[in-house]
């Protein structure tokens, strides 16, 4: 009898523990529910469209933002294959990009692609592969509306542009009748007259580099500054450069020395390189003095073209260097020289050279000379 | 015999402006201040060269170049775009619609735009 009792009072006890555990179990099944809610809360109402798939590519969740810009409804779409859901006219260039071609089940990997899904609508899509350290787990996929950032750089682009033919138009007008003038179009003029005609002349020509500088620096921060690129000699390019500054180099009598060897080609915006060199070239003139040397000299390793100018220069003061490829920035030894310049040309060469996957870079000493360097990289093709 | 050149330039001193160093040069120079005028001039006065500019009251230079290359009568007259607009696009475009240069005004002086007629007109 009092063996029965024990075991009936275990009995309980087991009761209350399986009841304890239940009640534990049923209270983290509440706080799954609860977190799914939350984060399903959140999927929701983000802007991006979100969209995630399960290991066959399926739609396993997808929220509003991403069904509008799909243009699908809600009803019926969990479990549908993701490839079907692309399956419209509108999206064809979407689903050429992220399913593959062969294997309509299988998802490529892609990060922040571009396309339009109509006229006036742009979005950037990246898709993900999820996956822990044994299987793969599906794809998260989102959808990003840049419509507006495309608005707005397509204003940027029209404005400075409209601006740079504004600002273009009166000093073309300067530059033809001062032009005219001098060419003796409309009379003779004296000596003196024409001294001071050619310093306005020359005023005038800075005004118009200027507003070419502005524009490529407006197309830099558009993040389209190269355009065409081919595969190339740099040589060409830098013979191009070297022919059209004869002239400079001769009022300053100074000596610019060209070494070349044969060169691999490289991928280059040919007139965007130009004005790199022009750019280099330019300064180490600028900042030479009357009957200085230049030393250009191209080379290559296994994987760049290095391009090197060596100037006997003023140099760039030490305190100073780091700041050297800064918009706007110009040193102070050389704005004391009374030497024109914009402070953008170093800024501008910089970003074409990173455009091209490569680095610039210097070495400098004040009133021993400077050099520059970039490489870039030689063609794969 | 003289060659006739069409300037089609909306601003009226670079209009005067390049007028007068044509003349100089000798030759015989129209001149239009709008798109509609430009188109109707080329058609009439059958011009050896046309200088277009691109921002035009009316319909603008590209308009003015797309017309004129597609009418049989005047596809063949060479047209040199001269305007201050000089982004990739824009010349781009110009090449693609049948211009045979493309001069930013503001880096070519009276002179050298002169030059450049001669040798499309030789």
């Keep these: ?381 | 015999m003289m060659k006739k050149i069409l300037l089609i330039e909306d601003d009226k001193f670079l209009r005067e402006l390049m007028v007068k160093k044509l003349l100089t040069m000798e030759y015989d120079v129209v001149s239009a201040v709008d798109g509609e005028s430009g188109l109707s001039m080329i058609k009439e006065s059958k011009p050896d060269v046309v200088l277009l500019d691109l921002i035009l009251p009316g319909i603008n230079g590209f308009e003015v170049l797309e017309r004129a290359k597609q009418d049989p009568e005047t596809a063949d007259i060479p047209v040199i775009i001269l305007s201050n607009l000089g982004q990739k696009e824009d010349i781009e475009r110009g090449q693609e619609l049948g211009a045979v240069d493309f001069m930013i005004k503001a880096h070519f002086t009276p002179q050298e735009v002169a030059n450049k007629l001669k040798t499309i007109l030789e």
């Design chain 1, 1 to 381: 009898m009092e063996e029965l009792l024990t075991k009936s009072e275990e009995l309980r006890n087991v009761r209350v523990a399986l009841l304890n555990v239940l009640e534990d179990t049923d209270d983290l099944r509440k706080e799954a529910v609860d977190e799914r809610n939350k984060t399903m809360t959140i999927i929701e109402n983000l802007n991006d469209g979100v969209i995630l798939l399960n290991k066959n590519n399926q739609v396993e969740i997808i929220n509003s933002p991403a069904l509008e810009v799909l243009n699908i409804k809600r009803e019926g779409v969990l479990g549908i294959p993701f490839a079907n859901l692309l399956d419209k006219e509108e999206l064809a260039e979407i689903k050429k990009a992220i399913i593959d071609e062969k294997d309509h089940k299988k998802i490529k990997d892609i990060y922040r692609e571009e396309f339009s899904t109509s006229k006036d609508r742009h979005v950037e899509i990246t898709s993900v592969l999820l996956r822990d350290e044994l299987e793969e787990k599906g794809f998260l996929i989102v959808i990003h509306d840049v419509t507006k950032e495309k608005l707005v750089e397509r204003m940027k682009t029209e404005f400075v542009s409209v601006a740079a033919h504004q600002l273009r138009t009166p000093l073309s007008a300067i530059k033809w009748t001062v032009r005219m003038i001098l060419d003796g179009d409309v009379g003779s003029i004296n000596e003196e007259q024409k001294e001071l005609l050619e310093k306005t002349y020359i005023s005038n020509e800075r005004m118009i580099r200027l507003i070419n500088d502005l524009l490529n620096v407006s197309r830099i921060e558009e993040g389209r500054l190269l355009y065409n690129q081919e595969e190339v000699q740099i040589e060409d390019v830098l013979e191009g450069v070297v022919n059209a500054s004869q002239e400079i180099l001769r009022n300053k009598n100074i000596k610019l020395k060209v070494e070349k060897k044969e060169l691999p080609k490289v991928i280059i915006d040919k007139e965007k390189m130009g004005l790199v060199i022009q750019n280099l070239l330019e300064n180490a003139v600028k900042y030479t003095h009357q009957g200085g040397k230049i030393k250009i000299s191209l080379d290559n390793d296994e994987k760049n073209v290095i391009f090197k100018i060596e100037d006997s220069g003023v140099g760039i003061p030490k305190d100073q260097q780091d700041r050297i490829f800064t918009k706007f920035f110009r040193a102070e030894n050389v704005t004391r020289m009374e030497t024109d310049g914009t402070g953008l040309g170093l800024y501008t060469t910089k970003n074409i050279i990173q455009a091209h996957k490569g680095e610039i870079w210097f070495e400098s000493e004040e009133n021993k000379g400077t050099t520059f360097y970039f490489k870039i990289p030689i063609s794969n093709k």
